[in-house]
């Protein structure tokens, strides 16, 4: 068990204490070898105090600065890492995390992928290390900002010589039989002219000024924590929304994570012409001069009702452009991708192989391919399946990589006068194959395809920016607070025919040195700045 320590006055002092509780004697040895430690008026701090249990052990790692720097300097780094490669929801063609990041950057980007760092600003352990630095700032706060108070809250004005002789700033002055009291009452106007909050009890003085400057580093600290509060506020759904979608022209799509729909009216990319150029300039090609989408917002009505099909009432239009973003309600949609020439349609006609006639056409529409096309009175065309990115998986069966048409692929069965029953084929990459390999009646010869421009709309929503501002703001008020102003006190004391004079400051010694030598000098002692310093004796 570890005792209190008790000074010479007879006070039982927490562990920890550096100046007694009572008296204000310094305890141990500080007073023979180093300069008193100040920072919290020597006031004991509960993790200096209590290291039981494991609450105590707990408290005492998120009050250490070095383990919240720590945490910070990881989280930097981290952060850095991010953004080598972009994260998921930035990926700019529409394709999923598991083949990109290996397509794009090879061995380094699958490295990137496999370890979770596509999603790192939401996985669990960056989160947790933003929490760990929240707690360390409220903890550190509450573990230093107490015991301050309560010994700035009581400070006394007569002190022990021994208090005012360890001091950084501080003298003994022989009075010479000059009278104390005129002494004292013209220092104490000394320090009322340099603006010193002045209490007096007998022949002692203590002169105070910018106190508030001593909470700078809490109000900085509360300041963070809103901001690291706003941060969180992210993860709770509605607050923030960071999404990107591809929606092509004449195409409805819900916008991610709300109750709304956009559709791409159209999408149209301008270029400059050679007369727009100031000067003739040796291009490569041509500059785009901008890129825009009309586009319609829409809210579903119905979208509280679970099962219900959309039902979509226009919201607004807007011309969506680079850096002009359409604006609903906190919602932004902003011009961020495009994807010309993209597939739309195939187009086929319909062969007999024997006669070499045709029966018809046929229109596959790549985005929701109809059960069954009608080809005149005889001929229909049955969709079995449908493969927007038809690819085959380790046991050869045919699967489908994305919801993307990339590469369409079709089993479809037509029924003729020549296929009564039906005759199966699959139609992929440009060619039909039937199930036997065998040449089929009814073929299909394949005509220019449907194309159309895809835009893509980075989607954003951010209501936590005004918590994230604010406590910004606050965390500005507090480092001007400990940055632009000092705490500073000054003690005057007369005592057994000596002025014992002493000063403290948390920053800037020769500001307050220049003052004290000012006083005494204006008083008839004409003490030099350097005499006031005292030097620590070696530990």
């Not at 119905?302 to 452009?321: D, R, S, T, Y």
């Not at 080809?375 to 045919?398: C, H, M, N, S, T």
């Amino acid at each position: 068990m570890i005792e209190n320590v008790k000074c010479e006055c007879g006070h039982a002092n927490p562990v920890g204490t550096v100046l007694c509780e009572s008296c204000g004697i310094p305890l141990g040895n500080e007073g023979d070898t180093q300069f008193i430690d100040m920072r919290y008026e020597g006031a004991a701090r509960r993790s200096q105090t209590f290291q039981k249990t494991i609450v105590d052990h707990v408290w005492n790692f998120f009050s250490s600065v070095k383990n919240a720097v720590i945490m910070i300097v990881l989280t930097l780094v981290a952060s850095a890492i991010g953004t080598i490669f972009p994260q998921e929801r930035y990926i700019p063609v529409p394709k999923p995390a598991s083949t990109y990041y290996e397509e794009a950057y090879g061995t380094p980007g699958l490295i990137y992928y496999r370890l979770g760092l596509h999603n790192l600003y939401s996985s669990w352990w960056f989160i947790a290390l933003l929490l760990g630095i929240g707690i360390s700032l409220v903890i550190c706060s509450i573990d230093r900002v107490i015991p301050l108070y309560r010994a700035l809250k009581k400070q006394r004005v007569k002190r022990d010589r021994k208090f005012l002789k360890i001091q950084r700033v501080s003298t003994e002055i022989d009075l010479e039989g000059k009278d104390a009291d005129a002494l004292v009452a013209s220092l104490e106007k000394s320090l009322a002219s340099k603006r010193y909050k002045v209490r007096r009890e007998g022949d002692a003085l203590l002169g105070e000024k910018a106190r508030f400057s001593r909470w700078g580093p809490y109000v900085n600290h509360i300041g963070l924590i809103l901001f690291l509060v706003g941060c969180l506020m992210r993860l709770i759904p509605g607050f923030y929304l960071d999404q990107f979608v591809w929606v092509r022209e004449g195409q409805t799509v819900p916008v991610p994570e709300t109750n709304y729909y956009v559709k791409n009216v159209q999408y149209t990319k301008e270029y400059y012409q050679d007369n727009e150029f100031p000067e003739k300039l040796n291009l490569d090609g041509v500059v785009v001069k901008k890129y825009q989408t009309q586009a319609v917002l829409y809210e579903n009505q119905n979208a509280g009702i679970p099962g219900a099909e959309p039902k979509l009432v226009e919201i607004q239009k807007a011309n969506i452009e680079v850096n002009h973003p359409l604006d609903h309600d906190g919602l932004l949609l902003y011009q961020s991708g495009e994807q010309e020439n993209q597939l739309q349609a195939l187009n086929m006609r319909l062969v007999d192989t024997k006669t070499n006639s045709q029966l018809g056409t046929v229109k596959l529409d790549l985005l929701s391919p109809p059960d069954e096309v009608k080809v005149g009175d005889k001929v229909k065309v049955q969709v079995l399946q449908y493969f927007p990115d038809f690819a085959l998986d380790e046991a050869k069966r045919p699967i489908t990589k994305t919801k993307e048409p990339n590469n369409p692929a079709f089993i479809i069965n037509t029924i003729s006068p020549e296929t009564p029953q039906g005759e199966k084929q699959w139609i992929f990459l440009g060619r039909t194959l039937t199930a036997d390999q065998k040449a089929p009646k009814v073929t299909y010869e394949f005509a220019k395809p449907d194309l159309v421009d895809m835009t893509g709309l980075m989607v954003r929503k951010d209501n936590s920016i005004p918590v994230i501002f604010f406590g910004a703001g606050v965390s500005m008020v507090g480092l001007i607070m400990g940055f632009y102003w000092q705490h500073r006190r000054i003690w005057f004391q007369v005592e057994g025919g000596k002025l014992y004079v002493a000063a403290h400051t948390n920053k800037n010694w020769f500001g307050v040195k220049r003052e004290v030598a000012h006083m005494l000098q204006g008083n008839g002692y004409p003490i030099s700045d350097a005499q006031l310093e005292r030097e620590a004796k070696p530990s």
